[in-house]
């Protein structure tokens, strides 16, 4: 069949740019609270707090990324949420729909970190246990992830605790506490380019992700 497409009006795709560096870098703590500190890619400044208990309680999250002032997390009761955040204020949580994708198909409870790649529109993440570094495809204007899931890098990734994509580097914690970084590029880690960012403090998280502002 053939249709007409008119050129003109329609409506404009909202903005769904990631965070970059320097910006607040933000921790979903074990102990149920959200906390950012500022941080250039070398170093970060100290912790605030920015959300917990009874609001909400950041130990049950999944992963975490950041798009435009909205905020998406896994969580343990198999859902994955997104909601509106300015760096100050956190809005209502709304669950989209995986259309049938169940912890058969997308294991969100046991997903230890997540990031999105805006330029192949890809979400990468990582499943406790299992040392491949994973994507599938998810829209953010419809908020529609796909159903088919592609390895993207082996190794040791099921020790992630919390990674996020900023300024071309995934930096993630495992569970020695420490924060690393490796070079991303062409959709995948870069092999052989993992540094240790900072060896002091406790960088274990259920997610981190960078703000971008709304």
Do not use: C
């Amino acid at each position: 069949r053939l249709a007409f497409m008119p050129a003109a009006g329609g409506t404009p795709l909202p903005k769904a740019a990631p965070g970059s560096l320097p910006g607040d870098l933000h921790v979903l703590g074990f102990d149920d609270v959200l906390r950012k500190r500022s941080f250039n890619g070398t170093t970060a400044g100290p912790p605030s707090v920015v959300d917990g208990p009874p609001a909400n309680a950041w130990s049950h999250g999944r992963g975490a990324f950041m798009l435009s002032g909205r905020l998406y997390t896994g969580w343990d009761d198999g859902n994955f949420y997104v909601r509106s955040y300015n760096g100050t204020t956190i809005g209502a949580r709304t669950a989209l729909d995986l259309y049938g994708l169940t912890s058969v198909y997308f294991p969100i409870a046991n997903v230890t970190g997540m990031f999105f790649d805006n330029v192949r529109n890809r979400l990468y993440y990582t499943v406790a246990g299992y040392g491949g570094l994973l994507y599938r495809y998810f829209t953010p204007e419809s908020g529609v992830l796909g159903a088919e899931t592609f390895l993207a890098n082996t190794g040791d990734w099921g020790s992630i605790t919390g990674m996020t994509l900023a300024s071309d580097r995934i930096y993630f914690s495992r569970t020695d506490g420490n924060l690393r970084s490796v070079q991303f590029s062409s959709g995948a880690a870069v092999p052989g380019t993992e540094t240790l960012v900072l060896g002091t403090g406790d960088w274990s998280s259920r997610g981190l992700f960078v703000l971008s502002p709304p």
